[in-house]
Nanobody
Framework: QVQLVESGGGVVQAGGSLRLSCATS????????MGWFRQAPGKEREFVAGINLPAAIELYADSVKGRFTISRDNAKITSDLQMTRLKSEDTAVYFC???????????????????WGQGTQVTVSS
């Protein structure tokens, strides 16, 4: 069972930056994609960004393109999400996720990701 642990959440002013990190509990060859989702109060969990581990192909939701950057470290099986120019609407619980396969630019659905972290709160104050 793959376990994921997020870190780096917190409170930041609008226009500021935060960096989230996600670490796996152990080295594994079963992870093919890592991603980040978020869930705001009263809303459904939504895709934010994903990255194909072998080829480093990046995917982004339209709402974060140009502001967020996802990266990965294949040796450590970790993923970071660098968030810049944060807005109040970015406030949410952010979840790290990992999946065993890649569906190209369609790898944005919740069920593409089989393993999930507990989430970390990001609050952007205006």
């Amino acid at each position: 069972q793959v376990q994921l642990v997020e870190s780096g959440g917190g409170v930041v002013q609008a226009g500021g930056s935060l960096r989230l990190s996600c670490a796996t509990s152990h080295r594994t060859s079963t992870i093919y994609v890592m991603g980040w989702f978020r869930q705001a109060p009263g809303k459904e969990r939504e895709f934010v960004a994903g990255i194909n581990l072998p080829a480093a192909i990046e995917l982004y939701a339209d709402s974060v393109k140009g502001r967020f950057t996802i990266s990965r470290d294949n040796a450590k099986i970790t993923s970071d999400l660098q968030m810049t120019r944060l807005k109040s609407e970015d406030t949410a619980v952010y979840f790290c996720a990992a999946g065993p396969y890649w569906r190209g630019y369609y790898t944005t659905a919740l069920n593409d990701y089989h393993w999930w972290g507990q989430g970390t709160q990001v609050t952007v104050s205006s």
